[in-house]
Every structure is written in structure tokens, then in C-alpha cells.
């Protein structure tokens, strides 16, 4: 089948019900359906949630499921070299991220992990922007020491949060802060922090607590492998000076020029660039624009216009061209480079 030209539009919001509490501020920016318990929006997503055959999957405004549509036509989506390289996948899945309360200490498994045990083709290696904190808000990023498999098992049977935010490293994040967080580094979110999230296309978290959550993590926090099992994917040692280095960036709202906002670690898994919107030239490929502020357009090389607002969120098959974008600025999530 000859490949189409696909033009661009805005998505529908995709929030749905979690474990934890959370959303309002996804629905009002996004003029969903709000919380209490939808702090996610999986936003073009081709991804379920794990052991789940739909929920998760974002539809097109005609109603198609988006991996549907993908997979119908994926070099008028996604283009030549990345059909070549990825195949159908479009090798991202972008979130919102709104928990009204902290995020439980959790991890996730990498690509070896995730192959090797669960035969997937990802991990979940993924990235944070934060685009609202309050005051002094915090993340926990990696252990403070070396940790045993059998010290955090133990913790883990005993359900003790207490002993297990001990262990990790917290530091302070404001709005314009972006932390890249690999595979197996164990991490929590405080509550009240708003995030825009990057990361490989899965839904694989192991929890190593969840008193006061909605959710029994001894039957649904270890991907169904076992704890004993599902331990071997945790990196027990601390970063290193010089890993936080390349881990922490931030991107400048007031630039008037367009940046990428991650450090280079994270172009194996995908890329962000923050667009201010004053007539910068964007080069075709498939991607994801959230408009976080004003009101403007995105202008297609072919005439094609695409009126935006604070809160849309439109994709951008690569069919559909290069485009500038006028008074409107956010940020443009796109899968790597193939």
C-alpha cells in the first residue's frame, strides 16, 4: 500500500484511573476530566498499561486508536529511516505526571531486564520536565549508599517507607528543571510537582512500598516475576558525580530561541526541545507539541495550519512536513533520531 500524506491534529485527552491521587491540574490544563485519581495522561500514546489490552492507548479525534492508525501507515507517521531502524514503533510515550500525593519509592527494569524476562523489545528508562513545584518540592533520585538485594528485600517485606526515603538522595526542583532517570535507579516524586515525562514506550514499574496506595504490591508490584526476581533489575549502588552531572539540565522559558532540553544520555531513548514560538523553523518528523503558553499556530510547509492554545497537544505524523511555529510556545517530544 502507497503511503499517504497525514495532516496534524490535536489529540483528545487520554486520562484514566490510577493507584495514586492526582489530575486536577492535568484536566484544567488539558480540559480533561480532572482527578481524583487520574494524575496520568498518556498523551499519543500506542502503549496499554501493563497486562491491560487498551486502556492506555490514545484515540485520534475521528475516534481510531492512534497505534491503529500508526500501523496502517507507519513511513506517512513516522518516516523511512525510522520505519527502518524501529519498525512500526514510535518509540516514545509522553505523560503528564500530577500526584496530589508522593509518588512511591519505585523503579523500573531496563532493556536487557525487560528482554530477558519479560521479552519486550523496551525498558523504561525515562525523563522528567517539571513545569510546576511548589515551594522546596523534592525528588528522590538513587540510593545515598550501596545498597544488598537482601537490605532492600528486607525493607520491602517489612513495609518500611520510612527506611526506604532514608536511603535515597532528595534535591530540590523548581519549574524549568529537567532530570534524566536511567533504568533501575530506584526514585519517588513529592506531591504537587507537575511533570511532563519522557520515556521508552512500556508501562514497567516495580514498587518497593505502597501503604497508602491504592494497589497490593505484593501481587501487583513486581510485573508478576516475584520480588526475588524483580530485584535483579535495581541498581543498588549510588550515582556518581559524575552521572548526576549529565543526569540534571534545564531548559529557559524566556529564550528566544528554540533548545534541546535534555543532556545527550538521553538521545539513545528520545528528544525535547523547548519552542518559544517566535517563528522557528521545525524540520519534519513525527512528534508530539505541548503548548504551554499563549495562543498561536503552527504553519506547515505545505499551507497547513494548526491553531494552538495553552493546554493542546497535537501530533505531527512526518508526512506532514517542516512547520513554523508563531506565539505559541512549549515543548516538542519526538523519539530519537533514527
Known amino acids: 500500500m502507497n503511503s499517504q500524506k497525514i495532516e496534524p491534529t490535536k489529540l483528545p485527552s487520554n486520562q484514566f484511573d490510577h493507584f495514586y491521587k492526582g489530575g486536577y491540574r492535568i ?22 498499561r501493563f497486562g491491560e489490552a487498551e486502556t492506555g492507548l490514545s484515540r485520534l479525534p475521528n475516534g481510531q486508536l492512534l497505534k491503529d492508525a500508526v500501523e496502517a501507515d507507519p513511513i506517512a507517521w513516522l518516516g523511512e529511516k525510522h520505519v527502518a531502524k524501529f519498525d512500526s514503533s514510535i518509540e516514545i510515550l509522553v505523560k503528564l505526571l500530577d500526584p496530589d500525593q508522593r509518588l512511591p519509592v519505585h523503579y523500573h527494569p531496563d532493556q536487557k531486564f525487560a ?37 532492600v528485600s528486607d525493607l520491602v517485606a517489612a ?11 532528595f ?7 529537567a532530570v534524566f532517570v536511567p533504568a533501575g535507579v530506584a526514585h519517588a516524586i513529592e506531591s504537587g510537582i507537575l511533570v511532563l515525562e519522557l520515556q521508552e514506550p512500556t508501562d514497567l514499574s516495580i514498587l518497593l512500598e505502597w501503604d497508602g496506595f491504592a494497589v497490593d504490591g505484593d501481587k501487583d508490584g513486581h510485573l508478576n516475576l516475584g520480588f526475588d526476581s524483580a530485584l535483579d533489575a535495581l541498581r543498588l549502588s549510588q550515582l556518581s558525580k559524575e552521572e548526576n552531572a549529565q543526569l540534571l539540565s534545564q531548559f529557559d522559558v524566556d529564550s528566544k530561541e528554540s533548545h534541546a532540553i535534555f543532556q545527550s544520555i538521553a538521545d539513545p531513548f528520545f528528544r525535547a526541545d523547548y519552542l518559544p514560538g517566535l517563528g522557528e523553523s521545525v524540520e519534519a518528523g513525527f512528534g508530539i507539541f505541548l503548548c504551554l503558553s499563549g495562543q498561536g499556530i503552527l504553519e506547515f510547509d505545505d499551507g497547513n495550519r494548526v491553531e494552538t492554545d495553552r493546554g493542546d497537544a497535537v501530533i505531527i505524523p512526518h508526512s506532514a512536513g517542516g ?6 510556545a512549549g515543548v516538542l517530544s519526538r523519539p530519537p533520531a533514527a
Do not use: Y
Open 27 to 48: 484536566g484544567k490544563l488539558r480540559k480533561g476530566p480532572g482527578g481524583p485519581m487520574r494524575p496520568e495522561e498518556w498523551i499519543g500514546s500506542t502503549t496499554t
Open 115 to 151: 528482554a530477558e524476562k519479560l521479552h519486550l523489545n523496551h525498558g523504561k528508562t525515562e525523563a522528567w520536565i517539571i513545569l510546576e513545584a511548589p515551594a522546596e518540592a523534592k525528588v528522590g533520585l538513587g540510593f545515598n549508599r550501596q545498597m544488598t538485594k537482601a537490605e
Open 159 to 169: 513495609h518500611d517507607s520510612a527506611g526506604l526515603l532514608e536511603s535515597l538522595v
Open 171 to 177: 534535591f530540590n526542583v523548581k519549574p524549568g528543571d
Open 323 to 328: 512547520f513554523s511555529i508563531r506565539d505559541c
